[in-house]
């Protein structure tokens, strides 16, 4: 655990301060969290709602932000963060830390924080930046952070949650929001007969933050990836499609496509300001 990023944190059963102990964190009333092998805590105060992503989910999602097709996604939000005023910079649902990472390669000074529920993940987020540590914590549980603590938070195809959001994000600070648009992937939605974007999404997710929440901007980001078969493979498992097609079906499917296939990517990157 990055020993700067601690004072950040907060005891997940209590909400006393954290610090360092016997290579884990433990609080004044002696609640106490192991640090794994791999450099991040367990932040979980009891079981969370769903393990998150496995370790074969995560190394193909590695191997997949690493050859580039969301980059444009890293770089929209290393741009737009670079409004936010120095302080910690949070990713929720950061996965292997990849746009975490960009971000923070974009401003020289903050540190920053991946918080994620995937084990697998977590121990690919712990080594994103030199900058940057990684802690096991469900959002909708509650985020381990101290009141008014974070700068710069991210939210990249993630779940939400408004009001935590807005209880750990400084009365200044910036949040970054990306969801898919309504034509994401749809040659492959349209070819592999996908689940498809709900046209009222955005609806929801401004409904969703309103309370807490005024938007900023909204600014839509397209590329068209070049992919082959296994790009493709990994692609479908990322998304909401992966446990509801029969695998063997949709390999199939997949084998029949045309290589390389040109795929639109389409999101939406929002900016909101928190409400006094």
Not at 233 to 240: E, T, Y
Request: net charge negative.
């Amino acid at each position: 655990m990055l020993a700067e990023v601690v004072p950040y944190l907060r005891c997940p059963v209590c909400g006393a301060d954290l610090a360092p102990a016997g290579g884990g964190l433990v609080c004044a009333r002696g609640h106490s969290f192991n640090q794994a092998r791999q450099g991040y805590v367990d932040l979980t105060a009891g079981p969370v709602r769903h393990p998150g992503d496995g370790a074969e989910m995560v190394a193909a999602r590695a191997a997949f932000l690493a050859a580039g097709h969301y980059g444009f996604i890293s770089a929209g939000l290393a741009a737009a963060g670079q409004e936010a005023g120095p302080g910690l910079v949070v990713d929720v649902g950061a996965g292997t830390g990849a746009h975490l990472g960009a971000v923070l390669d974009a401003r020289p000074d903050p540190l920053g924080l991946a918080v994620d529920v995937s084990r697998y993940a977590l121990r690919r987020a712990a080594r994103s930046h030199p900058r940057a540590a990684a802690v096991r914590a469900d959002a909708w549980a509650g985020l381990p952070l101290r009141d008014g603590s974070v700068r710069l938070l991210l939210d990249v195809f993630a779940p939400r949650h408004g009001a935590e959001f807005a209880r750990v994000l400084c009365a200044d600070g910036l949040l970054l929001v990306v969801t898919p648009e309504p034509d994401h992937l749809v040659e492959l939605v349209t070819a592999l007969d996908l689940l498809r974007v709900d046209p009222s999404k955005e609806d929801r997710l401004a409904a969703g933050l309103s309370p807490w929440f005024a938007i900023v901007s909204s600014t839509p980001l397209r590329r068209s990836l070049s992919l082959d078969h296994a790009a493709i493979s990994v692609l479908v498992g990322m998304g909401p499609s992966a446990g509801h097609a029969d695998p063997e079906e949709l390999a199939a499917r997949v084998a029949e496509l045309p290589v390389p296939m040109e795929v639109t990517a389409s999101v939406r990157l929002s900016r909101y300001a928190r409400l006094a």
